[in-house]
């Protein structure tokens, strides 16, 4: 049986591993390799990498990021931050990288996210959602990591998204993220019954039962979390043991 | 040595670092020679199976392969790579497969409640006293990213799996060896059962 995934995030800083709470306030800790080859031996399903580098030189960094990830771990992961064009596709997949995660230059040239399923295929072509609730209880898509509310609904942009060739979605709630709540069942259970691809639900992971619930009613394909796992509040060998003890398929 | 095809399909550079990271001599070519005189060839591939027999094809590597399974020398496909080997595919109706062996790749039927492609770690139903999955544990999680299936109707089925419907994840015959997941990216089973096929 298909399983379904947990997977650790790890926000990356001039080639160091940060997290921030709310997208402020960083904490470094850590070393991008040692921390995912720990991740790898902890059970993780696969690995999303966020690199916010600002600098102009990022693309650099990244390539050099992900040759090292690649020579030491050998799971599925994913790199996203800062991704712009085809060619930023070309050199992270060619170093390694099984997909690379796209979100503030999908919004504005939806036509990258056609042109990279063309060129290497749907299943490496993530979008990334940050969306946060309206007033009326629909959901708005941010870019540039949370600052610029665009004004569209979260839901026809995953539908428009898939359309165009996105094959998995990372959906992050603004609401929820950093707040160990648990995740948004509603946004990410519409996303999921709409989209027609993969789903990985984060922001706001607390407690095992938030896995449980946005693994089930809330209907995602794979639970992202960052905080949790890094600061060791959770280990991903006891949530998984949990989950397999609520009848919910994982890799054990 | 071991020689990995290069025919321009796409995450060849996985395959490289895990059979380096267990410490074995790899190189990536075209060059017919090499390859025929490798130790031991694997066959990668993600992409579209159309466009990978044109590239194939366009290069003469269809026939390379053939004479590297004639004459003996073990033949490792990975996704895209297993189904190749085959007659052909739902993906490109009217192109031929390299025909080595015997069956189709067929599209995963649009099915309430699945997703398509399936992508993600499932288990493994291991045939038993087969080489390339000696020594691993009992229906090993594996991971898969495909939207087709390969079902053949040669007795050389070396593990099933179920997504939507049972369909044969890996086969091995004499010196051939295919699998519909990619053990690169599989963790310790998949970098096992790159050892086992490196320690034929």
Same mark, same amino acid.
């Given at each position: ?27 470094? &800790? ?32 990244? &390539? ?160 992202? &979390? ?27 | 040595?071991?020689? +990995? ?35 031991? $060839? $694997?066959?990668?591939? $993600? ?10 094809? /366009? ?10 399974? /004639? ?17 052909? /595919? ?9 025909? +080595? ?69 890996? $086969? ?20 096992? +059962? ?7």
């Amino acid at each position: 049986m298909l399983t379904k995934r947990i997977i650790p995030c790890l926000d990356i800083k001039d080639g160091r591993v940060v997290k921030g709470i709310n997208f402020v306030n960083l904490r470094d &800790a850590g070393d991008p390799v040692e921390t995912a080859s720990a991740y790898d031996k902890a059970g993780a399903d696969e690995l999303v990498f966020l690199d916010i580098t600002a600098s102009s030189d990022s693309r650099d960094i990244k &390539a050099d990021l992900v040759r090292k990830i690649s020579e030491a771990i050998f799971i599925p992961f994913t790199v996203g931050g800062g991704i712009r064009t085809i060619d930023d596709f070309k050199v992270i997949l060619r170093e390694g990288a099984d997909k690379v995660a796209v979100n503030s230059a999908a919004i504005m040239n939806p036509a990258l996210i056609s042109q990279a399923a063309d060129k290497f295929g749907s299943q490496c072509v993530v979008v990334a959602i940050d969306a946060k609730r309206r007033p009326d209880g629909s959901f708005s898509i941010f870019k540039n990591g949370g600052r610029i509310d665009m004004g569209i609904d979260a839901i026809k942009w995953a539908i428009e998204a898939v359309k165009l060739g996105a094959g998995e979605l990372l959906v992050t709630s603004m609401d929820c993220d950093g707040t160990k709540n648990g995740y948004d069942m509603e946004l990410t259970r519409k996303i999921s019954e709409n989209g027609g691809v993969p789903v990985i639900a984060s922001g706001g992971a607390g407690t095992m039962q938030h896995f449980k619930d946005i693994l089930t009613d809330g209907k995602a394909d794979a639970a992202l &979390a960052a905080t949790l796992f890094h600061y060791k509040e959770m280990e991903i060998k006891d949530l998984k043991e949990y989950l397999h003890k609520e009848g919910i398929s994982v890799r054990r | 040595m071991i020689a +990995i095809i290069d025919y321009g399909a796409g995450n060849i550079k996985s395959v490289e670092k895990a059979f380096r990271f267990i410490g074995q001599e790899c190189i990536v070519t075209a060059d017919k020679d090499i390859l025929l005189g490798a130790e031991k $060839v $694997v066959l990668p591939g $993600v992409g579209a199976f159309g466009d990978a027999m044109e590239k194939l094809d /366009s290069q003469g590597l269809d026939e390379t392969i053939r004479q590297i399974v /004639s004459k003996g020398t073990p033949l490792l496909g990975i996704c895209l790579g297993l189904q190749l080997l085959f007659e052909g /595919s739902d993906e490109a109706p009217g192109v031929k497969g390299l025909g +080595i062996l015997k069956g189709k790749v067929i599209k995963f039927p649009e099915t309430e409640g699945y997703k398509i492609p399936q992508i993600g770690w499932n288990s493994l139903e291991l045939k038993a006293g087969t080489k390339i999955f000696a020594g691993l544990p009992e229906n090993p999680y594996v991971y898969f990213v495909h939207s087709y299936y390969l079902h053949t109707t040669e007795d050389i089925v070396a593990a099933s799996c179920n997504y939507i419907l049972d369909f044969h994840a890996a $086969v091995e015959k004499d010196n051939i060896f295919a699998c519909q997941f990619h053990p690169e990216k599989s963790g310790d089973v998949g970098l096992k +059962i790159l050892r086992n096929f490196a320690d034929l």
